[in-house]
């Protein structure tokens, strides 16, 4: 009995065994080289078209007010219904723009949606061999994530050419990609006139301290590839998310998506930065907050989490490396690298 009991375990087991034996090994790390003076940065649209050339005429200004210069991708005003012209017309883009070797960051014009379509069109290999910033947000983070997760290149969840380029995102994104620095990533502080700060304040869902490799980005383009093969090992990952105009029902089953798939029980820390426009809904029998919500997803996790992070579709903003080994700090409200995002 006890002999057949064994073989029944062992045989019960071999599919398990085949498959964790087949998983890759993780990818090493790859770093792009830092910005400096004179490179070059190459704009393009990997979902919604540029419809306005005076928006491109200004990112193209402001970069190069930092000193760059800028080429834009061939297909950035072409128009496919919602988006800048057929997948593998932006893929190309993408491919082009990595391959040129002038160019040494590449940005998104903007998001949109589509950019997971042009997931499996990419040339990875081609990335690998090429190396280099890319840098986006919101949709972008279909890239950010499938090309780090295929390459091991780190990649920069931060503005793209529409965005605001004040002087505190402007701060950041020097800080991280031309000065290599090793930041401790931190909210502003300034009270204004008030008796307490009153913006961007951080709420710690969770104290305490974590250590693990950053990842994240939108949680709807998030949720929407699980599943996909387009997406980092969540093991020991400090996740990062932000979003926009969505329900609150819809956070809720998104947040029950990475729940069910796994991910959340994995991670090592957590960071919500902005929900902007996610309040609750006004008719009915009432809602739920974003702050129910995280509550009953996060504080069972045991794990060190924060909200209030300058991470989101918000004028001020971070730029966050993916791939990166941080601390993360839940009472103070802070993200440390624990290294140089940049060689």
């Known amino acids: 009995m006890s002999s057949r009991r064994s073989f029944l375990q062992a045989t019960s087991l071999a599919p398990f065994l085949s498959l964790t034996s087949s998983l890759p090994a993780p990818l090493p790390t790859i770093k792009p080289d830092r910005l400096r003076a004179g490179d ?32 834009v991708g061939p297909h950035a005003f072409d128009r496919y219904g919602y988006l800048a012209g057929r997948d593998a017309d932006r893929a190309s883009d993408l491919h082009a723009l990595f391959n040129d070797r002038n160019v040494k960051a590449v940005m998104a014009i903007h998001g949109g949606w589509g950019s997971a379509r042009m997931l499996p069109l990419l040339d990875y290999d081609l990335i690998q061999r090429n190396p280099k910033i890319l840098i986006g947000y919101s949709d972008v983070t279909a890239l950010l994530l499938g090309i780090y997760a295929k390459t091991g290149l780190v990649t920069f969840h931060g503005p793209v050419g529409s965005a605001t380029f004040n002087g505190y995102t402007v701060d950041w994104f020097k800080r991280l990609l031309i000065e290599g620095e090793a930041v401790t990533m931190s909210n502003p502080t300034d009270k204004g006139d008030n008796l307490t700060q009153t913006q961007d304040r951080i709420t710690t869902i969770h104290p305490g301290l974590a250590r693990g490799r950053l990842a994240g980005g939108n949680l709807t383009v998030l949720s929407h590839i699980i599943g996909s093969p387009y997406l980092p090992d969540w093991k020991n990952t400090i ?57 009953e997803y996060i504080i069972p996790l045991n794990k060190p989490a924060y909200s209030g992070a300058m991470i989101g579709h918000i004028k001020d903003k971070f730029t966050v490396p993916l791939g990166i080994d941080a601390e993360l700090d839940a009472t103070a409200g802070t993200i440390r690298l624990l290294e140089s995002a940049v060689g």
Do not use: W
Not at 43 to 71: M, N
Not at 274 to 281: A, I, L, R, T
């Open 239 to 295: 996740l990062f998310l932000e979003d926009t105009h969505e329900d609150i029902y819809r956070m809720d089953r998104m947040m029950t998506q990475l729940k069910l798939a796994g991910i959340l029980n994995q991670l090592a820390g957590f960071v919500f930065g902005k929900c902007s426009d996610c309040g609750p809904s006004s008719g009915g029998y009432g809602s739920l907050t974003l702050d129910d919500i995280l509550t």
């Open 40 to 71: 070059t940065i190459g704009l393009f649209c990997p979902a919604a078209p540029a419809y306005s050339r005076e928006a491109v005429q200004i990112a193209q200004e402001s970069l190069q007010a930092l000193g760059f210069k800028t080429i």
